[in-house]
Nanobody
């Protein structure tokens, strides 16, 4: 049974930091690219960051470049999103997802196979 579970969401002041974690089971983690997405009410799910199977290749949305870092620990079947200099516009539900993708990592939600339930990040200004 596949499980994708996010944690670490919280209420934080603007300028602060958070680390989101995503633990997985039920599939071969090393064979999947991993992505973080976010969604606010009334809008579609947008990519925040993604990492290739090894973690050597990563990609970021322009809005978070220089502030967020994605990393993965394949020994722990876990991917992280380190978020710094948070802004009110970062407020959203953050989702973790896994894509069976050989090279690099996809940025379209439709290319991801497994999803978590999401974790709420709220940034107060």
């Amino acid at each position: 049974q596949v499980q994708v579970v996010e944690s670490g969401g919280d209420l934080v002041q603007a300028g602060g930091s958070l680390r989101l974690s995503c633990t997985t089971s039920g599939f071969v983690f090393d064979d999947y690219a991993m992505g973080w997405f976010r969604q606010v009410p009334g809008k579609g799910r947008e990519v925040v960051a993604c990492a290739s199977r090894s973690g050597a290749n990563v990609d970021y949305a322009d809005l978070v470049k220089g502030r967020f870092i994605i990393s993965r620990d394949n020994a722990k079947n876990t991917v992280y999103l380190h978020m710094h200099e948070l802004k009110s516009e970062d407020t959203a539900i953050y989702y973790c997802a896994a894509a069976e993708y050989r090279w690099g990592c996809p940025t379209s939600p439709s290319q991801y196979n497994y999803w978590g339930q999401g974790t709420q990040v709220t940034v107060s200004s």
